[in-house]
């Protein structure tokens, strides 16, 4: 997200093996269609940096992460708590070196607390924070139980959270103290705060949120509803497009229905309803039905996989999918940023980088090194 916005972003790997993510996924394929070590998860966050390699468990690796962090805006890191103040490089030995140094921890845990030390990945916040109790088919059915959602949305909420972070403490620094600040982000803190419209709901009333499959666990009718060919996606936001709704599908009379008559009571009596919109949908396709919807503002979409997504002609348009610069493949198609901006719009400088690609110019460029000192490095194995 920096990058995209115009950072210039020096990503430090370990010199074996590099970011663990440089290993999930499916792979690259070059120029002449053979697999390479790149792989796709990578590929998809890491465009528009520049990839140097450091041991920083080495003391003259910790000496470059210093050298590096003098000159820069922003350190963000995410090891576990307390291993960079073992090397040295937590927040408060940085600042000794740059006062103006905004530093980003992003964590499992954050840095206090009794689970602070432990490790974690997205799977385990989205069990902790709640989220997986609310995701899956509802109890009852077949294949009830507590579900992953499809990507991993604990990472990103708190990149996301990470990001606003940084640009309001750069903002701080630049316009008000002229120094930077400590930022503590935690994946479990910030995936319980993605879900605070559920979390009031319950905090309000006391009912324990459920999982609703496709359905919403605050609006009714919200959810897909099995068309003649395939399911389609309602989402019904006031009562003028329940009406709206009940008219298309000719069953007017329901609309005002006592037991249906606003968004509280649907909700009490949503199996009923519920009932009674799936069997009128069934009686067309989801595309009739969508352009039925569409047509007088109710909003439906149908449920798309990926190789119809980019197909849609919104999408298109949008540029929702672009392309990058790769050594290996030439370019690299990669979903767009999106983020518009109309006076500073998103520029695509570089491709992800491959491991260690930029190690020797950073070295030459940024600290101002020789080959001499950058080769005797790398035969000590420090980069």
């Known amino acids: 997200m920096l990058a995209d916005l115009g950072a210039d972003v020096v990503k430090v790997e370990h010199p074996v093996g590099g970011d663990d ?5 499916m792979p690259l394929k070059d120029r002449d269609g053979n697999e390479t070590s790149e792989m796709s998860s990578f590929l998809a966050m890491n465009r528009g940096k520049q990839s140097i390699t450091i041991d920083i468990a080495k003391p003259e690796g910790q000496e470059l992460v210093r050298k590096l962090a003098a000159q820069s805006d922003v350190v963000l890191e995410n090891f576990k708590v307390g291993t960079l103040k073992r090397y040295g490089l937590d927040f408060e030995a940085l600042k000794a070196v740059n006062s103006r140094l905004v530093y980003c921890s992003i964590s499992g845990f954050g840095q206090t607390g009794p689970y602070a030390p432990l490790p974690g990945y997205d799977a385990i916040f989205q069990a902790m924070s709640g989220l997986m109790s609310i995701t ?3 109890d009852g059915q077949p294949d009830a139980g507590p579900s992953l959602v499809g990507y991993s949305v604990s990472d990103i909420n708190a990149g996301f959270y990470a990001s606003i972070a940084i640009l309001a403490a ?3 620094r630049d316009n008000v103290s002229g120094e930077g600040q400590h930022i503590d982000i935690a994946l479990f803190d910030a995936q319980i705060a993605a879900s605070s419209h559920i979390a009031m709901n319950y905090l309000l009333s006391g009912k324990m ?3 609703a499959g496709a359905a919403s666990q605050i609006n009714c009718p919200w959810q897909a509803f099995d068309c003649s060919d395939q ?22 009379n329901v609309a005002s229905d006592a037991r249906f008559v606003n968004n509280r009571v649907r909700m009490q009596n949503q199996t009923a309803l519920i009932d009674i919109l799936a069997a009128a949908f069934a009686t067309r396709t989801a595309r009739d039905w969508m352009d039925r919807l569409n047509a007088v503002g109710v909003p439906s979409g149908p449920i798309n996989d ?14 929702v999918l672009t392309e990058v ?3 290996l493949s030439g370019s690299l198609p990669v979903v767009a940023n999106p983020i518009r901006l109309s006076a500073t719009p998103v520029a695509y400088r570089s491709g992800p980088p491959l491991h260690g690609e930029h190690s020797r110019a950073i070295l030459q460029e940024r600290l101002n090194l020789t080959n001499g000192e950058i080769d005797a490095l790398a035969e000590r194995k420090i980069i």
């Open 325 to 327: 610069p790769h050594p």
């Open 170 to 172: 750069l903002n701080h």
């Open 136 to 138: 899956g088919a509802p």
């Open 209 to 211: 949120p459920v999982r």
């Open 306 to 319: 990926f190789g119809q997504v980019f197909e849609d002609p919104q999408a298109k348009h949008r540029g």
């Open 231 to 252: 399911p389609l996606m309602i989402a019904v936001g006031n009562n003028q497009q329940f009406e709206r709704l009940c008219t298309t599908l000719d069953v007017p």
């Open 21 to 25: 993510v440089r290993r999930m996924g």
